[in-house]
């Protein structure tokens, strides 16, 4: 298995485990919990200051966030951004270049014989120069014998 592949794997797995993760009240337990063992008080927020009732008209409205409330949001905006970007950088089209380069040249490394499915991967996406990188089966004589080898 080609070393790209399993990595994107890899990474696509953490990110649908971080979206599985994304429990905030577990989270907060825990760091509750520890604070306890660090001998820290729980965070707060800062005091809520009222605009002058001359200035805001007579709206009595202020809604004060808990520290919890504060930090549930920033929470899941980092996981959110996270996986988004774990996604968006595996599925960009350099990345599918990269890893259709890395199958040539490991199928040209271990079979040491005829590997036209792959070039013709790679070269496909070079439509420009495809006709200077075309090739046949008589440009390799010895792909057979090194294929022979290679087993």
Known sequence: MPRVFA???AQMQDARQVDRMRSFAAL????????????VK??????VIRPPKKTDGASDTVHSFSSAELYRQGYYEIIDALITQIEVRFDQKTFKLYQSIEN??????????WFRQDFENVTAQFPTDRPAMSFSQRDF?????SQSLAT
């Not at 040539?104 to 014989?113: D, F, P, R, W, Y």
């Not at 004589?141 to 014998?145: G, K, R, Y």
Request: glycine letters at 8%; aromatic letters at 2%.
């Open 42 to 47: 729980e965070p707060q927020t800062p005091r």
């Open 141 to 145: 004589p010895h792909a057979e014998e």
């Open 28 to 39: 907060w337990q825990d760091c509750l919990g520890r604070l306890a063992d660090l001998d």
């Open 104 to 113: 040539l040249i490991l199928s040209a490394a271990t079979s040491g014989g």
């Open 7 to 9: 990595h994107q794997r």
